[in-house]
């Protein structure tokens, strides 16, 4: 599935989750701005928290849903070029599994009791839980840019849209 693929790495009105942490120092991933909860480097640990679940789920490793929304953010200090390596090595993954055969993709998933209650389907398929990563960190890139625009380093050095 191109296209899905191109969504997962920012093509047509989504912005590359990669390039809109490309470039930055890890002073501004860390800072936080008054207002906002999360600091980019909280947003990015983030992605990659549901990204690394979504895939045990797909591999059938079944893994603990959390108690509270909290603990997909970090309690602990982070690695900022380490969280930025994960990222790019997770959307390759996610990549890879959007080019899968369609009987792959069509595969169903079972969510957990916990999970059961954020979600209104016991099973999900593959492309289902590809196209919730593609909302998920669409989401969450659109809050990067805005804090990024609001520490004047928007856009990256790649470009990006500044309108």
């Known amino acids: 599935m191109q296209h899905l693929t191109e969504l997962l790495r920012g ?19 860390e800072r936080r701005i008054e207002g906002f909860p999360h600091s980019i480097l909280d947003l990015v640990f983030h992605m990659n928290y549901w990204m690394n679940y979504e895939l045990k789920r797909i591999r059938g490793q079944n893994p603990k849903y959390p ?24 959307l390759q993954e ?53 804090l990024r625009q609001a520490m004047n380093a928007w856009p990256p050095k790649s470009g990006g849209d500044a309108w």
């Open 11 to 29: 093509k047509g009105a989504h912005v590359d989750p990669l390039a809109s942490v490309e470039d930055l120092p890890s002073q501004l991933a």
């Open 94 to 146: 996610f990549a890879k599994l959007a080019q899968s055969p369609p009987e792959e993709l069509r595969r169903e998933i079972e969510s957990s009791p916990a999970a059961l209650e954020q979600q209104s389907s016991r099973l999900n398929s593959v492309e289902a839980i590809l196209w919730q990563m593609v909302a998920h960190n669409s989401y969450h890139t659109g809050q990067i840019v805005m």
């Open 67 to 90: 108690d509270h929304n909290a603990e997909s953010f970090p309690s602990t200090p982070q690695n900022w070029e380490q969280l930025r390596r994960d990222l790019a090595c997770l």
